[in-house]
């Protein structure tokens, strides 16, 4: 398998501009997480799903940041707009359900200028 | 909210030496989670660990827990170039397993040969 996929690895927007992460897992996997790093707050879990359905969101920071799973096959992270303080790095991540561990994908490193 | 809290916060080791890193935490552990990342990557798993006074090993690599449950120790013995990365615990915020993870800030392990 090829494991956890995320488009694109590096984005770099304007502030303002909507931006759109996307991830595939592991195929199999039933339950699909989000995390953000930044240097600051460490890694936080944003999101997560299980059969595709939004278990957990309460780690959004806030309305700008939307999740969707449309199928068992792809989920999307939305910024809308975005804000410089929004720079990190997200991380997707899936497994099976009930989760032990998880496999990370390669992550995608947002810029916001 | 579960605080996990790591040390060292950086540690640079001789190649071939032996080493720990600490990960407490404020309350009771219903799971810890040792991961691996190396930079510009995801994290990737190591161990898993649920009994107080448990005991994995993989490789080099040791981890514990602590018979309260609220301390865990990665210890790596004779360090190489390919241990160098850094070490994030991570622990359930739910009894019921890893569907949400809190983790510590990480520990950046430095092996010179």
């Given amino acids: ?113 | 909210s579960q605080e996990l809290e790591q040390s060292p916060q950086s540690l640079i080791v001789q190649e071939g030496k032996n080493l720990t890193i600490n990960c407490t935490s404020s309350k009771t552990l219903y799971g810890l989670y040792w991961y691996k990342q190396k930079y510009g990557e995801g994290l990737i798993f190591l161990m898993m660990l649920q009994k107080g006074g448990e005991e994995k090993s993989h490789e080099k690599i040791t981890a514990k827990l602590d018979e309260k449950k609220q301390q865990s120790s990665l210890h790596i013995t004779a360090s190489q170039p390919s241990h160098a990365g850094i070490y994030l615990c991570g622990a359930d915020k739910n009894i019921q397993g890893a569907q949400k993870l809190v983790f510590g800030q990480g520990t950046r392990l430095t092996i010179n040969p």
């Fill in chain 1, 1 to 113: 398998d090829a494991g956890v996929i995320q488009s694109p690895r590096h984005e770099v927007t304007e502030m303002g501009q909507e931006v759109t992460l996307r991830c595939k897992p592991i195929s199999g996997h039933n339950s699909l997480f989000w995390y953000r790093q930044t240097m600051m707050r460490g890694l936080e879990l944003l999101i997560y799903f299980n059969n595709n359905v939004p278990i957990d969101d309460s780690g959004m920071p806030e309305d700008r940041f939307s999740a969707k799973m449309p199928n068992a096959s792809f989920s999307t992270l939305k910024i809308q707009p975005s804000e410089p303080r929004d720079s990190a790095v997200y991380f997707c991540a899936s497994s099976f359900w009930p989760p032990v561990e998880q496999y990370f994908g390669p992550g995608t490193r947002l810029t916001v200028t």
